[in-house]
T-cell receptor
Framework: GAVVSQHPSWVICKSGTSVKIECRSL??????MFWYRQFPKQSLMLMAT?????????EQGVEKDKFLINHASLTLSTLTVTSAHPEDSSFYIC????????????FGPGTRLTVL | AQSVTQPDIHITVSEGASLELRCNYS??????LFWYVQSPGQGLQLLLK??????LVQGIKGFEAEFKRSQSSFNLRKPSVHWSDAAEYFC?????????????FGPGTRLSVLP
């Protein structure tokens, strides 16, 4: 099946710094990528949807200036958490969908962000 | 509003026992339906999906799910649980009408398996 990778798998940073998380589709071209956030013992909440070459669409309540998303190519999307604070600590999961006719998304392994 | 419910937050079963995890959805029309499993600290793994056709869907690891339109349900089952099945299980739906529609996830059911 299609493979999606995320890098890094975990990151610890100081409050006020920015952190970039990469999401790559390894064996297919992802026309659309999604970024989710998951708090401990909770479900996944969609943060934003990005289509290659266009601006991301953010869900209500997600600060676009804080969570910068770039989908510059068909195999790479990045999420940058700017001026991170402890409340941004979470598990971030990306998913990617190709151009096929079904709506299956392939999920990355997730990135654990801890902000001190 | 579109929603997915998983009534059971936590289920404990003995190894070898049968399992059923419930999922109900509220949508205008039958959506695409999925079940995912997540081990601690890991990403999501697709167990099975329903698009159309046979309402009993077979998945990986011995799981199956049955779509019941009249009940708006897509319950996950396994006849004999293994200790390695302990994980978090998420039901998810996607609208058929719009390829741009994102997944809507249920709250999840945590499965514990007793030896």
């Amino acid at each position: 099946g299609a493979v999606v990778s995320q890098h890094p798998s975990w990151v610890i940073c100081k409050s006020g710094t920015s952190v970039k998380i990469e999401c790559r589709s390894l064996d297919f071209q992802a026309t659309t990528m999604f970024w989710y956030r998951q708090f401990p013992k909770q479900s996944l909440m969609l943060m934003a949807t990005s289509n290659e070459g266009s601006k991301a669409t953010y869900e209500q309540g997600v600060e676009k200036d804080k969570f910068l998303i770039n989908h510059a190519s068909l195999t790479l999307s990045t999420l940058t958490v700017t001026s991170a604070h402890p409340e941004d600590s979470s598990f971030y999961i990306c998913s990617a969908r190709g151009g096929s006719g079904d709506n299956e998304q392939f999920f990355g392994p997730g990135t654990r962000l801890t902000v001190l | 509003a579109q929603s997915v419910t998983q009534p059971d937050i936590h289920i404990t079963v003995s190894e070898g026992a049968s399992l059923e995890l419930r999922c109900n959805y509220s949508y205008g029309a039958t959506p695409y339906l999925f079940w995912y499993v997540q081990s601690p600290g890991q990403g999501l793994q697709l167990l099975l999906k329903y698009f159309s056709g046979d309402t009993l869907v077979q998945g990986i690891k011995g799981f199956e799910a049955e779509f019941k339109r009249s009940q708006s349900s897509f319950n996950l089952r396994k006849p004999s649980v293994h200790w390695s099945d302990a994980a978090e299980y998420f039901c998810a739906v996607v609208s058929r009408d719009n390829y741009g529609q994102n997944f809507v996830f249920g709250p999840g059911t945590r499965l514990s398996v007793l030896p």
